[in-house]
């Protein structure tokens, strides 16, 4: 709850800074900077080349949400809900007890407003932290990728989504891909705060995918900032090693027993 009281009291004064991790390794390094750490089910497509999110099973989730918990000393965590394990409110209960249990995860992460409001309500009538996830919906995605915001009402659906999720009592909602006007509306009109990823700076926080911001996924999106090209360095260490190898160079006496 503490983890919480702190995150809400950035709002109007401090950005809330929010990514993701796979790993136990990640985890450590974020978690010095990071008020939450989200293990996303991006991973499916960042590790497992899945097409869309919606091949990531729970199982996965709780797997790779087992290493990350090693990693995070003082970060909110928070997990997200995998497509088709929050069909109704309790299937949501059962699978969001399961994670938080398996995982001791903080929060867990559920994507959309209207439709799922009575399994979020339930989920936080239980006491689960919910994480809401607005805009572009990753895991009901059908076609082309567009920003949300555009239409009229697509704009009063979003911002209704958005007072609705306040009200059933989430602590915060991630904005994907929302006009920016539009975000700063629905920023300005809550009281719990906005974390957006391409959803402009007018959020309380940002998020992004790690990997994307390390150059470690090649992903071409404008949403993305890529703040160096880790891959560039991973290239020129394992030359370094295989040069070292072919020329005997490595294992030194010291390397070896
Ligand atoms: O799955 C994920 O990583 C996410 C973030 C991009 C918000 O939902």
Redesign the pocket.
């Known amino acids: 709850m503490y983890k919480i009281k702190n995150l809400l009291n950035k709002k109007n004064k401090s950005k809330i800074i929010c990514l993701?991790a796979y790993s136990k390794n990640m985890a450590s390094i974020l978690d010095n900077h990071c008020d939450i750490i989200?293990v996303?089910?991006?991973l499916g497509s960042v590790l497992y080349n899945f097409k869309s999110?919606r091949g990531v099973s729970l199982d996965m989730m709780i797997e790779h949400s087992k290493s990350v918990r090693m990693g995070i000393k003082k970060s909110l965590m928070v997990v997200?809900m995998p497509h088709n394990t929050y069909r109704n409110s309790s299937e949501a209960l059962k699978n969001a007890k399961k994670i938080i249990s398996k995982t001791k995860c903080d929060a867990v992460?559920l994507e959309g407003g209207s439709k799922i409001i009575n399994i979020v309500k339930h989920l936080i009538k239980n006491k689960i932290l919910v994480l809401g996830?607005l805009g572009i919906l990753?895991q009901s995605q059908k076609g082309k990728f567009r920003f949300k915001g555009k239409k009229l009402s697509e704009r009063i659906k979003i911002l209704k989504d958005a007072k609705l999720l306040e009200k059933a009592g989430v602590f915060s909602i991630?904005l994907?891909c929302v006009e920016t006007s539009l975000s700063k509306t629905i920023t300005r009109e809550l009281k719990i705060p906005t974390i957006g990823?391409g959803a402009s700076s007018f959020c309380d926080g940002q998020?992004l995918?790690t990997d994307d911001l390390i150059g470690l996924n090649p992903i071409n999106a404008r949403f993305v900032k890529r703040y160096t090209n880790i891959s560039k360095y991973i290239n020129s260490a394992i030359i370094k090693f295989k040069n070292d190898v072919k020329e005997i160079k490595f294992p030194k006496k010291k390397h070896s027993y």
Do not use: A, M, R
């Open positions: 993701t989200l996303g089910d991006s999110t997200d992460k996830h990753p991630v994907e990823i998020v995918v």
